[in-house]
């Protein structure tokens, strides 16, 4: 069964801090992997990732795929109270269906 | 406004009652998602479609459950008989066939069962 798992599930730091989000895959003609952040509502858009290796960066939000090892990272430096929300990574198959999400990585930035 | 609209937001029901939901996609998006998530999980998707083609129902939740997208337009997604363990919120997203993948999401709609 396809799966997705994300680490930590919650995740409380300071402003300023860097952290490092977790999401490991295991699916069916794999395709590419998605990240969102879900603040109280709709999820949005942060990154798609279909090479290994390759970083993608927005401001001080990055990540990295790892085809071989199966996962993924979301880094975020200098953190802010605004960075307070879930993140959610999504698994593609070739289908190009996101069908398997993770439950999410629950992020609290405090002054 | 030009992004994922779902109509209503909220929806009190008592159990046993029907439930309709409505999602207008982006106009030029092709492909229609539905998902599912309550409190502490990630989206679990239920079912999507490709223009007015149903291409994958086999994760919908039980036979109470039905989707609908008859012009290829705006979608519905009906509950039947809703019982206390239906209340979640249900969103809807779509997307381009040839895009990237990413899908856009609309803003939810809570079910809540009494």
């Known amino acids: 069964e396809d799966k997705v798992v994300q680490s930590p599930l919650s995740l409380v730091v300071h402003e300023g801090d860097t952290v490092t989000l977790n999401c490991s895959y295991e699916?069916?003609?794999?395709?590419?992997l998605l990240w969102y952040k879900q603040e109280k509502k709709a999820p949005t858009f942060l990154f798609m990732l279909?090479?290994?290796?390759i970083e993608k960066k927005s401001g001080r939000l990055s990540s990295i795929l790892d085809k071989k090892e199966l996962f993924s990272i979301l880094n975020i430096t200098a953190t802010q109270t605004g960075d307070s929300a879930v993140y959610l990574c999504?698994?593609?198959?070739?289908?190009?269906?996101?069908?398997?999400f993770g439950k999410g990585t629950r992020l609290s930035v405090i002054a | 406004d030009t992004g994922v609209s779902q109509d209503p937001r909220h929806k009190i029901t008592k159990r046993g009652q029907n439930v309709t939901f409505r999602c207008d996609p982006i106009?030029?998006?092709?492909?229609l998602y539905w998902y599912r998530q309550t409190l502490g999980q990630g989206p679990e998707f239920l079912t999507y479609f490709q223009n007015e083609a149903q291409l994958e129902k086999s994760r919908l939740l039980s036979d109470r459950f039905s989707a609908e997208r008859p012009k290829g337009s705006f979608s519905t997604l009906e509950i039947q008989r809703t019982e206390q363990g239906d209340s979640a919120m249900y969103l809807c997203?779509?997307?381009?066939?040839?895009?990237?993948?990413?899908?856009?999401f609309g803003e939810g709609s809570r079910l809540t069962v009494l």
């Open positions: 279909t090479s290994s290796g």
């Open positions: 699916v069916t003609n794999f395709r590419s």
């Open positions: 997203a779509s997307s381009l066939r040839t895009g990237t993948g990413e899908l856009f």
């Open positions: 999504a698994a593609v198959n070739s289908g190009n269906t996101p069908l398997v």
């Open positions: 106009s030029e998006h092709n492909r």
